[in-house]
């Protein structure tokens, strides 16, 4: 796939097989893959960003599991205003626990879980609608 690389998680270590897509990672873990957005870019790897940088891409603000999970906690409600990078749900998935983070800021517009529900892989979670 790309690079591997040793990763730490909550203690516990991984090998893990990397590849950047754009600013997507997509990461290998014991046969399982994954699509990883590290806020702020990645730490690594940088010298191979695209040119152009991503001007004129529009972000989404629908939150979605890329693989199944059981929602631990839910952090927003409809109607709150959340900043990117907020913490809005923490989803447990292969005995990990992830933060899920605001990919933009705006308002929350819907809410399709609750905590302690299992969710499938790529189902709407949460809509963020940005200002105007």
Request: with cysteine; net charge negative.
């Amino acid at each position: 796939m790309g690079e591997k690389r040793r990763v730490t998680v909550d203690g516990e270590e991984f090998e893990v097989d990397l590849e950047r897509d754009g600013d997507v990672w997509n990461v290998e873990v014991g046969g399982q893959r994954f699509s990883v957005q590290v806020e702020g870019g990645p730490s690594f790897g940088a010298s191979r960003r695209s040119a152009g940088g991503g001007r004129g891409k529009k972000r989404s603000g629908t939150i979605s599991s890329t693989i199944p999970g059981k929602v631990i906690s839910l952090h927003v409600s409809v109607g709150d205003e959340v900043k990117e990078g907020d913490v809005m749900i923490i989803l447990e998935a292969m005995k990990m626990q992830n933060e899920i983070q605001a990919p933009l800021s705006g308002t929350v517009t819907e809410v399709n879980c609750e905590s302690g529900e299992s969710v499938e892989a790529n189902v709407p979670l949460v809509v963020i609608e940005p200002p105007e």
